[in-house]
């Protein structure tokens, strides 16, 4: 084999090799890649500085083969020597005016100053400007560049190698391009198709059409009869509306880890002699980091209870919570698709013994390793067996997800690229959320929590001094020592009642001129007559009491709280002239605010475990029609098949109980509306999710 062959080939296989590993330093940019940050601009310029950049100079460092095959390939050639290197500056110059024609002259002196001798914040600059450069050449040159071989006088580069590296930056910049704008796709997607949805309930569709449409295609489980009653006690099967969305994210995931991809030869950083394959495979591994990346932000954006679009639309803390659990799913494949690919690359290669002691490669591992482990520890037996284990773990490794995500493109490319503005992305995303946690702490302060027993199942909590609606987090600080420990419950009322005082006399009150001649009070004795006191602002819990938490607050009367509120503020029904309330248990906390603000008819169905909590909720439900079920079942579809059938009107079915009865509730309003008969329904579920 000639030695020129011979150049080719290691030039080749040097450009693999730094392309694949790409451990490098250089200046901060600003923003992604295409969009703000632009890797090769002029692609002239960069084109013939890295075919240059395979060949030594005079003032190189020489090495043996053994040693320029290590990891430190390619730093032989320090920023100094490539900046005061005659023959280095003069041959780069002659590339760049022959093949950067009709680039501005300015741009080109800036590439100069920026990029000749490297790419690193403080570098040296070149000992002349590329005009000098070029005036100091004499004549054009009379010998070609043999990529590989020594630079030691003035050159000029063939059209083949100048081809081959041009295709190969070109190409790679636009797919790193079309990863980012990929990565923009679904973050946007995940955020905008939720509100657009939500304001469809906005435009004037008919009632019946409505109905149908939802018992059709949104409130039904997908698959069979349960939605909140998790199936086999493993997963919960979404909505027919949750699964249409969820078929989306699992949809454009798949299509953009598998479309705009190309090859394009000659290719100096993948030689047509070990095919396209290698070159697709790097570009694929890098699309599914940046769409993982994507995904990361997306998950925290779902998971919070401060998520922005809880606010922008009317999808409920449950669905984004389930959409959460899915994105967390792919976000996780697409790592460890990511991870394994690149492994094999560097197998394939014989350069994973190098690459995997370096550290963007270790926290890679950690990160994709913590992605991994929240799976499994993450489904429903953990977190409803070991529900303050799953939450503390959860956030540990979530930290150390985003920590490793950050460090493992830190330590490879610093900041050049703009790869870690998505992990910054979901920092922010979650830093937002705690803190408007910490601030709703912060408003409501430390409140005193008067716990009275309703009887063996359930207490009454009543805290003053803090109003709100929907529900609210209660930390109880003193009753473990996981002070941060918090717990969701619905806001029974706002207004404790005061105890009434004795009525005094006013002087003007006893003025008979002013009382004119009757004496008489309509009580019969002003001595029984009582003020009219306001009601103290503060809230009232009604607890059902199991291990845990709300067992250990039977041991108390008064203790410290603080109160995170308020959350999820009542849907606005007014609309609707009945309003049809199924309730179980301690559910009846989040029907009671509805059923005293509704302006139109209201019936309550209640079924209870004991009398108790009935007794307890009777002051709160004296102008509601009622049928209460003590230690019996309800028969929920005759029920509902009765007041839907007696409906001439449009009707509200608010469900708040344990599973079963939400998803029996749930079948029989989309059975309903499907059947038609001019029925017009509205199923609405309140319900806790975590």
Not at 142 to 156: A, Y
Not at 163 to 171: E, G, P
Request: aromatic residues 10%; proline residues 4%.
């Amino acid at each position: 084999m000639s030695s020129s062959k011979l150049g080719v080939i290691l030039a080749a296989c040097l450009h693999v090799l730094l392309v694949s590993s790409m451990v490098s330093t250089g200046r901060d940019g600003h923003g992604l890649i295409g969009y703000g940050i632009s890797m090769y601009d002029p692609l002239c310029a960069y084109t013939c500085r890295d075919v240059l950049s395979t060949s030594m100079l005079d003032c190189s460092d020489h090495m043996d083969m053994s040693e320029s095959m290590g990891m430190e390939m390619g730093s032989d050639t320090s920023p100094e020597c490539y900046a005061t290197d005659n023959a280095f500056l003069d041959t780069l110059a002659y590339c760049i005016s022959t093949h950067c024609r009709g680039v501005d002259v300015w741009k080109l002196e800036k590439y100069w100053e920026m990029n000749v001798a490297g790419t690193s914040p403080d570098q040296p600059l070149p000992k002349v400007t590329y005009q000098q450069a070029l005036a100091n050449m004499a004549t054009r040159p009379n010998s070609t560049l043999v990529v590989g071989e020594d630079l030691n006088h003035t050159m000029s580069i063939s059209d083949d190698d100048y081809q081959a590296s041009y295709n190969a930056q070109a190409v790679f910049e636009k797919m790193e391009r079309h990863h980012e704008a990929y990565g923009i796709v679904l973050l946007v997607t995940g955020a905008a198709i939720p509100i657009a949805f939500s304001l469809l309930r906005f435009l004037p569709f008919p009632g019946t059409l409505v109905t149908k449409f939802n018992a059709w295609f949104v409130d039904p489980p997908a698959i069979g009869s349960r939605h909140k009653a998790p199936i086999a006690g493993l997963f919960h099967m979404p909505t027919r509306g949750q699964a249409f969305f969820i078929f989306y994210l699992l949809a454009i995931n798949i299509i953009l880890s598998a479309v705009g991809f190309e090859s394009r030869q000659p290719n100096s950083w993948y030689p047509s002699a070990s095919g396209s394959g290698g070159e697709i495979a790097s570009y694929l591994t890098n699309r599914l980091g940046v769409l993982s990346f994507a995904n990361i932000a997306l998950l925290f954006l779902y998971a919070g209870r401060n998520n922005v679009l809880l606010w922008l639309t009317n999808w409920s803390y449950g669905t984004f919570l389930l959409l959460h659990r899915w994105v967390a799913w792919i976000a996780t494949l697409q790592a460890i698709l990511h991870s394994l690919i690149y492994l094999r690359i560097y197998v394939h290669e014989g350069t994973h013994a190098a690459e995997s002691k370096l550290p963007y490669w270790v926290w890679g591992i950690v990160a994709t390793l913590c992605m991994s482990i929240l799976l499994p520890s993450s489904v429903f037996p953990v977190r409803k067996h070991l529900y303050e284990f799953f939450l503390a773990w959860h956030v540990l490794l979530s930290i150390f997800v985003l920590v490793g995500s950050l460090w493992h493109i830190l330590e490879r490319f610093q900041r050049q690229w703009g790869y870690e503005n998505w992990i910054y992305t979901a920092i922010a995303i979650w830093g937002f959320e705690r803190a408007m946690r910490l601030a709703r702490l912060a408003r409501n302060g430390v409140k005193t929590a008067r716990v009275t027993a309703v009887d063996q199942d359930y207490v009454q909590v009543n805290i003053e001094g803090v109003s709100g609606s929907g529900h609210a987090y209660l930390y109880f600080p003193t009753l473990s020592w996981r002070i941060w420990e918090n717990h969701p419950f619905s806001v029974v009322s706002t207004v404790r009642p005061r105890a009434a005082r004795p009525y005094t006399p006013h002087k003007h009150d006893l003025d008979v001129e002013k009382l004119g001649s009757s004496t008489d009070s309509s009580d019969g004795s002003s001595a029984e007559r009582r003020d009219n006191v306001p009601g103290k602002i503060g809230l009232t819990f009604l607890l059902r009491t199991k291990a845990g938490v709300t067992q250990r607050l039977r041991k108390h009367t008064s203790l410290p709280v603080l109160v995170e509120s308020a959350y999820g503020p009542h849907e606005d029904l007014s609309e609707y002239p009945l309003l049809i309330c199924i309730a179980g248990g301690v559910g009846i906390t989040a029907c009671v605010p509805y059923l005293r603000a509704h302006a139109g008819a209201t019936k309550l169905f209640w079924g209870a475990r004991s009398q108790g909590i009935i007794d307890a909720m009777a002051p709160s439900l004296t102008s509601v029609e009622q049928e209460t079920f003590v230690g019996k079942r309800m028969n929920i579809a005759e029920v509902l098949h009765k007041e839907l059938s007696d409906t001439a009107g449009t009707a509200v079915v608010l469900v708040s109980g344990p599973s079963e009865m939400a998803d029996e509730v749930r079948c029989v309003v989309s059975e309903l509306g499907r059947k038609g008969n001019g029925i017009k329904v509205k199923l609405v579920e309140e319900a806790f999710s975590w």
